[in-house]
């Protein structure tokens, strides 16, 4: 339902002030909702520990060899999911945005891919969602990703 509040909690690594994460959806064929749905819409409230902030996710083919070995030596399963599907697993960088006027996700207040074109720093996907703030129903739809360091 538009606008609902949903939790997603995932492993992640760091790199830098980046969160990554790995679309693994434990080796299945499909890739997991929350990937879907930040595909839809980039914007994604974080929250880490007690610290919440507005993040904007992409995807990058340029840099995912390097992240992904990063997710790989963080949790060695990450490997074995990879080798259960015939799709590349899709890893996902979290970017801190600027939060303007204290507004609400999806309203235009965050600033998100503001320097590419409105794709939210993604690579191009065969589907495009829409952008964001072009359907504003869809687009106020709220997510926080709760995460939890890969690390042991």
Known sequence: MPGELRRTALVYERDGDRYVLAASNRGSDHHP??????????YV????????FTACARSTAEERPDL????VSAMSE???????TTREIP?????????????ALGDGSAVC?????????????PEPGPSPGADQEKSAERRVLTGRSGQR
């Open 78 to 84: 990450h490997a074995a999911h990879q080798q259960r």
């Open 113 to 125: 891919g503001a320097d590419d074109g409105g794709q939210g720093g993604r690579d191009p996907e």
């Open 91 to 103: 890893v996902v960088l979290l970017e801190r945005v600027p939060d303007l006027n204290g507004g």
């Open 45 to 52: 409230t974080v929250q880490v520990g007690a610290e919440a």
């Open 33 to 42: 909702a929350w990937y879907l749905n930040l595909l839809a819409d980039p």
């Open 68 to 71: 992904w070995r990063l997710m």
